[in-house]
């Protein structure tokens, strides 16, 4: 079989599927398959609007947790703590080995230590001057 290198600059939602169907091939052939289940908590304003929440999915039983965002009028009332316990409430329910996420140094990396994370990797200057972190929290029946 002959292969060729080609560049594109404007890739199309077809061609990530291409490129990631062989990837999903190989890793349920691994590991016996996973479905991703999605799920989300809306925080809404007065008039309904979404204004904040939680974003993840549970995937190799382990929640991930993709977006995290408490308005700013609701900052230090407790609604992100509110979030992050339902969120793990879930992933106990799910039979979850643990919850993972990633940060950024000025976002809330000491809010996620708070809460039971431990840091398993960082990226220096991403962005330039600024860190990236990784968290994990695994679970065990006595937390």
Not at 80 to 108: P, Y
Request: glycine fraction near 10%; include cysteine; charge should be negative.
């Amino acid at each position: 079989m002959t292969l060729r290198i080609e560049r594109t600059d404007t890739p199309t939602d077809e061609e990530r599927q291409a490129i990631l169907a062989p990837l999903r091939g190989y890793n349920t052939a691994q590991t016996g398959g996973s479905a991703p289940e999605l799920v989300a908590w809306l925080v809404r304003d007065e008039q309904g609007e979404i204004v904040g929440g939680l974003y993840g999915r549970v995937f190799f039983r382990w929640l991930y947790i993709e977006l995290l965002v408490v308005p700013e009028q609701a900052r230090g009332q407790g609604t992100g703590s509110t979030l992050m316990q339902m969120a793990e409430e879930l992933a106990r329910e799910k039979n979850c080995v643990g919850i993972w996420l990633d940060t950024f140094d000025f976002q809330a990396p000491a809010f996620y230590r708070k809460h039971g994370f431990t840091e398993i990797g960082q990226i220096d200057d991403y962005p330039p001057g600024h860190q990236r972190f990784f968290f994990q929290k695994r679970l065990t029946a006595a937390d």
